[in-house]
């Protein structure tokens, strides 16, 4: 069986200041929109694109417009795997999002009513990794094109 | 933050009704509190339900999810039910992974809401 290579679809840099998410959203969404993906899994990765840079954009690069935001398109297979990566280190500081979001708790004022990003990238797409160096800091995220389960939330 | 919300109030018969439009994110946050404030201060008598409209909405992310649960608590603390109409299949999968849809009764439309609200069924 032929192996066939990752091919890169699009690199790009943000510069990282609040509401730069919808560029990254839109810009992945017009390099995936005829791979394959349904509408709905669309949507999904569109959302969890615009959270992994909002928390580039904002834990990251701690809103500092000079440090950019690099996001990598790659297909490999059946997968799009998506890169956000900001230059906020090993210790990434979502701070608020330390643990499971929990609505009651929220709703009592037992929790903040943030830190929905991360578990909702979780939830939006089939995986997700996140990857250091020590100073670069890369979610990865991968959505399969496809297959009978693709829109079996909705 | 310059806010890419609107928010627009008005009283039904068994509602007051805030319609949002364009972004609910983080710098959406004095809208919707205003607007929430105006929805049950201009009705009295319907304020006890409240109906969040969005309709006109094309982005919701995770700070507005925040604001929509402060919304909720507030509500909630006053014995206010709070109801929800016009979502896209996406944010409606978004209310059910985040179970706001367990405490946001959710509509197809403001029509239907209002309907529902109004004439329950038996």
């Not at chain 1, 679809?9 to 810009?27: I, K, M, V």
């Amino acid at each position: 069986m032929t192996q066939v290579a990752p091919r890169r679809l699009d690199t790009f840099t943000l510069a990282s200041e609040p509401g730069n998410e919808r560029l990254a959203l839109a810009r992945v969404a017009s390099t995936v929109k005829d791979i394959g993906l349904s509408d709905a899994r669309l949507e999904r990765l569109k959302t969890a694109v615009a959270e992994a840079t909002m928390n580039a954009i904002e834990h990251g690069n701690g809103n500092r417009p000079e440090i950019p935001v690099e996001v990598a398109v790659t297909q490999d297979g059946d997968e799009i795997i998506v890169a956000i990566t900001d230059q906020g280190g090993e210790v990434h500081p979502e701070a608020d999002e330390q643990e499971e979001p929990d609505l009651i708790r929220k709703l009592d004022g037992d929790q903040s009513p943030r830190g929905w990003g991360l578990f909702l990238i979780r939830n939006m797409v089939d995986a997700m990794d996140i990857t250091t160096d020590g100073q670069r800091h890369t979610i990865w995220l991968t959505m399969r094109t496809g297959g009978a389960a693709d829109d079996e939330r909705m | 933050m310059t806010s890419a919300c609107e928010a627009t109030t008005r009283t039904l018969p068994g509602a007051a009704v805030i319609e949002l439009s364009g972004e609910v994110d983080g710098s959406a946050a004095a809208v919707l509190t205003d607007a929430y404030e105006r929805a049950v201060t201009a009705s009295p008598e319907n304020h006890d339900t409240v109906v969040l409209d969005f309709a006109a909405v094309d982005y919701i992310n995770s700070t507005g999810i925040a604001l929509i649960v402060s919304v909720l608590a507030r509500a909630r603390a006053e014995r206010r039910k709070v109801v929800a109409s016009g979502l896209s299949p996406h944010y409606r999968e978004i209310f059910d992974i985040t179970r706001l849809s367990d405490f946001i009764e959710l509509f197809p439309d403001l029509d239907r809401a209002v309907s529902e609200l109004t004439h329950p069924a038996a």
